[in-house]
């Protein structure tokens, strides 16, 4: 009964570890596809300010 007690603790700890780390690649991961999205929308906004041949406003980029 003492080693099924022990072994469940065991396999807890190591959940507990997986669980910790699997959230914290799960973080890691939504933050470098925030930074990529991020790019991809100056890029974007770049080039239709390049095409339009207009300088960078806050009004145009909220329309944008």
């Known amino acids: 009964m003492v080693e099924l007690l022990a072994v469940l603790a065991v396999l807890s700890i190591i959940l ?21 999205k991020r790019d991809i929308v100056e890029k974007d906004y770049e080039m239709e300010l390049s095409l339009e041949g207009k300088d960078h406003s806050e009004l145009l980029f909220k329309d944008f």
């Open 16 to 36: 507990l570890i997986a669980v910790l780390v699997f959230t914290v690649s799960i973080v890691e991961a939504e933050k470098e596809v925030c930074e990529a």
